[in-house]
């Protein structure tokens, strides 16, 4: 008996949640636009689903790679980012270049992305998109457009 009341007096101190499945991380947020990438690579490579989503406006639009499919709200985000940590085994980004104007910025992005196919063969995939991001009231910053192809050689 002792020691069950020692077990709860512990357990007085720990934190809310403690025992929960799924603890709650706090989600970081885009104060500035320069740390915009750094932040969806390590949510990618960190499998963090929410932390993607939250990255996103609510009405954000992506273009998937094939550049034929649009995405659209958090729903939709939401499966495909799903979809997405299951295959991404690393991503990496570099951020060729970012035109700022007022409450915009436009990101032109090199990516090189190591997934896994459906048959459990690994690929590698290089490319450039085309990113915008939009101040919010609060002074963080959201993704409203990600095409995942869009900086690429069309010519």
């Known amino acids: 008996m002792k020691k069950l009341i020692s077990f709860l007096i512990m ?4 934190p809310v949640g403690a025992f929960a499945e799924h603890a709650e991380i706090p989600l ?12 969806f690579v390590k949510a990618m490579n960190e499998k963090n689903i929410d932390q993607l989503c939250s990255m996103y406006t609510d009405d954000a639009v992506m273009v998937l790679r094939d550049g034929k499919l649009e995405v659209s709200g958090q729903s939709s985000l939401r499966r495909v980012f ?10 990496n980004i570099e951020t060729v270049y970012q035109v700022e104007a007022e ?7 090199k990516y090189r992305s190591v997934y896994k196919t459906p048959d459990g063969k690994i690929e590698e995939v290089v490319s450039s998109g085309i990113e915008v991001l939009e101040k919010q009231a609060d002074g963080t910053w959201l993704f409203s457009i990600d095409h995942q192809n869009g900086g690429s050689n069309v010519l």
Do not use: G, Q
């Open 82 to 91: 799903s979809i997405m940590v299951d295959m991404v085994e690393t991503l």
């Open 103 to 109: 409450n915009t910025v436009l990101f032109r992005s």
């Open 28 to 39: 970081e947020k885009i104060t500035d636009p320069d740390m915009a990438h750094a932040l």
């Open 11 to 14: 357990c007085m101190f720990l």
